[in-house]
Structures are given as structure tokens and as C-alpha cells.
């Protein structure tokens, strides 16, 4: 009787070699495909986010028929004095028309700190969204530019017309830049 072999099916080390050679070509090819996309996500949620708050403080104001303020802060308890608005911001209905949110003024709405990586910079000398009893945004425009790392050509905006109203736009390469520069400073 003749004794029959078993065949053993493996892999060689070369041929493992090859296989992880390939996974990390194509590794290294999607990686800054799959960092773009992260980034692109990251900066529509943050734009989202602002705009819910905003739009949130608007409505609260007409309901209440009361001021409302949303400004920047990084505790989530008072206002900022800046125009950076990535670490968080809060809405708050200013019952005594101070412009800082006091004792007994109710929070509307908080947001915490936004993810690494993506800036948010407010318009030059206006530092808070006031909304007024009817809805309107009292002062001049204000204009958020939100910039994340893939740098100013992906820099969008978040803007507050005096009626209150909210719109979304490209900024100028000015604003883009300055909030470009502005990442994790």
C-alpha cells in the first residue's frame, strides 16, 4: 500500500509580502481621500450646528416677543469678548438688555467646543447676533466664516442679515484666509 500525501495549501512569504505591499499602495492612495471627506463632514455639521443655534435664538425672540442674544463663549455661561466662536457659543433671552447673559436670564440654547481643526471667525466689531422681540437682527450684518484644514478654498460662510434671516456663501479671500490662520491658535 502506498501511503498518499496530504497537500498542505498555503501562502508563501513572498506572496504575503506582495498582498501587504498592494493594502498599503491602496492605503496610501485613499487616505486623502477619506481625510477630505472627514474634514468636509466635520465643517457641514459645525455650519449646521450654527445655523440650528441662530435660527433657534430667532424664533425664541418672536415667541417670547423679548431680546435674544447668541454670542461666543467658552464656558457656555457668559459672552466672549472675540470674534473666535469655535470653542462654543450660547443663546440666552437678555431680559435686562445688558448684552451679557446674567443671573435668571434663561439659556436657550449651548453649544459646546467644535471639533480640532475647524476655525470659525466672526465679522471685525461685531461680536453678538441680537435679536430683537420681532425677529429682525438689530446692527450691521454679521458674516462666520468657517474654515477647516483643507484650507481657505473650502472656507464657507454663515450669514445674518438685519431681517434676521440666514445664508450660506463662499467668503472673500480675505475672510477664508483669517479664519484659515485661525485653526487650532
Known sequence: MQARRSQIAGVTLIELMIAISI??????MALPSFTNLLQSGAS???????SVSINQARIGAAMRGQQVIVCPSNDQVGCDHGSRWEHGWIAFVDSNH???????????????????????????????????????????????TICDRRGPTAARTVVVNNAGRLRSG????????????AIDT
Open 44 to 50: 457641514r455639521s459645525v455650519r449646521s450646528a450654527l
Open 23 to 28: 493594502g498599503a499602495v491602496l492605503t496610501t
Open 170 to 181: 463662499t467668503p472673500t479671500a480675505s475672510q477664508a484666509s483669517a479664519a484659515c490662520t
Open 98 to 144: 445688558d448684552n451679557e447673559h446674567g443671573l435668571g436670564e434663561e439659556l436657550i440654547g449651548v453649544a459646546q467646543a467644535q471639533p480640532k481643526g475647524v476655525a470659525i471667525l466672526g465679522s471685525n466689531g461685531r461680536q453678538r447676533i441680537r435679536y430683537q422681540a420681532d425677529g429682525s437682527a438689530s446692527g450691521t450684518n454679521l458674516t462666520l
